[in-house]
């Protein structure tokens, strides 16, 4: 197999799981995600997330919000101690 080869199958196989990464954030899988589910349990279910952002309150209370995001949709669920708080978010 030559180099040329190795590479197109390489970009198959990325493309492939950018589809299949992406393809996770739908309305049924978010109805699966409820408070007190951990970090890992929502990865589970919808993937790592397009960004995240973590932060505290008056020094008191941390929390990380994870955003998934897609052409047509913007999720954001909230975690507070590693466990679920909020979720929101709209499907168009």
Same mark, same amino acid.
């Given at each position: 197999?030559?180099?040329?080869?190795?590479?197109?199958?390489?970009?198959?196989?990325?493309? @492939?799981? @950018?589809?299949?990464?992406?393809?996770?954030?739908?309305?049924?899988? @978010?109805?699966?995600?409820?408070?007190?589910?951990?970090?890992?349990?929502?990865?589970?279910?919808?993937?790592?997330?397009?960004?995240?952002?973590?932060?505290?309150? @008056?020094?008191?209370?941390?929390?990380?919000?994870?955003?998934?995001?897609?052409?047509?949709?913007?999720?954001?669920?909230?975690?507070?101690?590693?466990?679920?708080?909020?979720?929101?978010?709209?499907?168009?």
């Amino acid at each position: 197999m030559n180099m040329k080869n190795i590479t197109a199958i390489l970009f198959a196989v990325a493309a @492939l799981l @950018l589809v299949t990464a992406c393809s996770r954030l739908t309305e049924d899988n @978010l109805q699966k995600v409820h408070n007190g589910m951990t970090t890992d349990e929502v990865k589970a279910i919808l993937g790592d997330p397009s960004s995240s952002q973590t932060g505290s309150a @008056l020094g008191i209370v941390s929390g990380t919000t994870y955003v998934y995001h897609t052409d047509t949709s913007d999720v954001k669920i909230t975690f507070v101690d590693d466990k679920v708080i909020a979720t929101e978010g709209d499907f168009k």
